[in-house]
């Protein structure tokens, strides 16, 4: 087998960034390559292929002919369908490339279907679905989940975004049009703070592994606990002082953020594009169409806003080590002295 491979260009590492990860333009870069919608449309076999090259280039041997275009491809391939903690093929529905034919298909009918509380019930239970997959999908892969903290987050989710949808969907109908057409990302946004918590709850209560700058595991950020009064803030009729874990909770806010980001400029500029052409004549002519021109344009404005939203943070997270839980921090300082500044970890997207 060795006697049919070529070695790697002297210098060639598959894994580092074609981009520099810690500028927004970088990332964005990154970011708009593996999220390339039309990568949803590559045949499985032709994705394991590119998963074999990426690890044969990594273990320094690559097919006699590879040229750089078809290492980068491959890699390319392997970022948009892959998971990057575990390896393992992520199911269509949940990768990031998922989300332009996906997304734009679900907020288009959310923002057309929004007058009548049945089809508002529908159209959020569909999107809660969808984002349940995602968040699933793209959650810390150390961090298993079970199928009953599955269900709570969803059903959790779900129930946040009805809640809102409806409730502000009642309280808008003597309100002027425009802002009924906005209870959608209002709901959007309620339902993201949920979801994604709930989702990878297991992060927040069992901790995440945390490296160095060279990927070394330091050890586990978790949930602390200190006995006795005045440190943190203590629950009623306990001794026990409890500090949330915080390289999950950083990880999961900056998600939360990019999520709702993600969302915002096609659900809130796009009702007031509709609210104005529907004005005109000839789009009171072909209400009929008004649905398929919300979908398209909803794809025009994720396009764009996936990989930016997703390139606001670095996906390799990093936490000062400082602000770590004082039992890791001990930990770190003991085995490494001053050599560590900071951890990193993966955050999810």
């Not at 070529?6 to 927004?24: E, Y």
């Not at 298909?105 to 239970?125: D, E, N, S």
Request: overall charge positive; proline content about 6%.
């Amino acid at each position: 087998t060795h006697a049919k491979m070529a070695t790697v260009p002297l210098g060639f590492n598959i894994d580092s960034p074609r981009w520099d990860q810690s500028t927004f333009v970088g990332r964005l870069k990154h970011f708009l390559n593996i999220t390339d919608p039309r990568t949803v449309l590559v045949p499985e076999d032709e994705l394991d292929q590119a998963k074999a090259l990426v690890e044969g280039c990594r273990a320094g041997l690559v097919p006699p002919g590879s040229s750089l275009e078809q290492l980068l491809y491959a890699k390319k391939l392997y970022d948009s369908a892959f998971h990057p903690d575990s390896g393992e093929k992520m199911n269509l529905i949940g990768r990031m490339s998922f989300q332009v034919p996906g997304g734009m298909a679900i907020t288009g009918c959310m923002l057309q279907f929004y007058r009548t509380v049945p089809a508002v019930v529908f159209w959020q239970w569909v999107n809660q679905s969808f984002n349940a997959f995602v968040n699933y999908t793209n959650r810390n892969a150390a961090s298993p989940i079970s199928l009953r903290q599955i269900g709570v987050a969803y059903v959790t989710a779900t129930g946040a975004a009805l809640a809102t949808a409806v409730g502000l969907n009642l309280y808008t109908k003597r309100a002027p049009p425009l802002l009924a057409r906005w209870v959608p990302f209002a709901a959007v946004a309620a339902a993201n703070c949920v979801n994604i918590p709930m989702m990878r709850q297991q992060e927040i209560i069992n901790g995440i592994t945390v490296t160095d700058g060279d990927n070394n595991e330091l050890g586990r950020s978790r949930v602390s606990v200190r006995m006795g009064m005045g440190w943190g803030t203590a629950l009623p009729g306990l001794t026990g002082c409890f500090c949330l874990q915080r390289a999950a909770v950083k990880g999961i806010a900056q998600v939360v953020f990019s999520r709702i980001t993600m969302a915002a400029p096609g659900m809130i500029i796009l009702p007031i594009i509709m609210e104005r052409l529907e004005k005109f004549t000839f789009m009171q002519r072909i209400r009929v169409l008004h649905g398929p021109l919300q979908v398209l344009l909803c794809g025009g404005f994720l396009l764009f806003m996936v990989p930016a939203a997703c390139a606001l943070f670095p996906q390799r997270c990093s936490l000062a080590l400082a602000d770590l839980e004082p039992e890791l921090r001990d930990s770190i300082v003991a085995k490494h002295g001053d050599k560590v500044s900071y951890v990193y970890f993966n955050k999810g997207l």
